[in-house]
């Protein structure tokens, strides 16, 4: 029902901050392919009728997007949850095109407090990246990603020592469970020889 009457409804703001909740519950659920298949219909969130000049009548002056980051976000890590929106390179490849539209807005020059959030946001999502490369088992391009991120940002938390002992600590026990389970292997083959 909500389904419909978001598709029946004309895009502005508030049907916008109703379909980011709609995402948010639906990848919260893990029902991805649903959220997939829904998402689908906003393209790359870049169409024309998803900017405030569209709708010049309704908000006269405002400027940009009508999207907000957190549906950004949303939409950037759904293929690493769904495959069938591109998987990791998928993820991948929408991360790092929101830090280039992030990086052309801090070119663009921003008053200080925009300026933040933007770069406040650029962090977040290049260490959901770093996690994503963490995650596939590309551990060392996550920590130099990390260690990148600190260096960029020195005032921010970002958990560099943290995340590289996890990371590290991940791949060494996944080495030992592999090991454990072909000792346990061998040991179930020599037993049935005897």
Known sequence: MLTELLNSAEMNPNTIKLWTLRFTLLIKLKLYSTADVEMAMF????NCDLYYEFYHVEHPGKKGSIIPWSLRLLWSILPL???SAGGLYGALDRMYGLV???DQALLAGLPYLQEQRVIKNKTSLLIQVAGALAGSGSIQPAIKLLKQIKSDQPDMAVPVSNASYDCTTKLATSTREKVFWERCRINS??????
Request: hydrophobic residues 20%; glycine residues 6%.
């Open 43 to 46: 393209g790359s969130l870049d």
């Open 189 to 194: 083959l020599r037993r049935k020889k005897k």
């Open 100 to 102: 280039y539209h992030l």
């Open 81 to 83: 949850h769904c495959p």
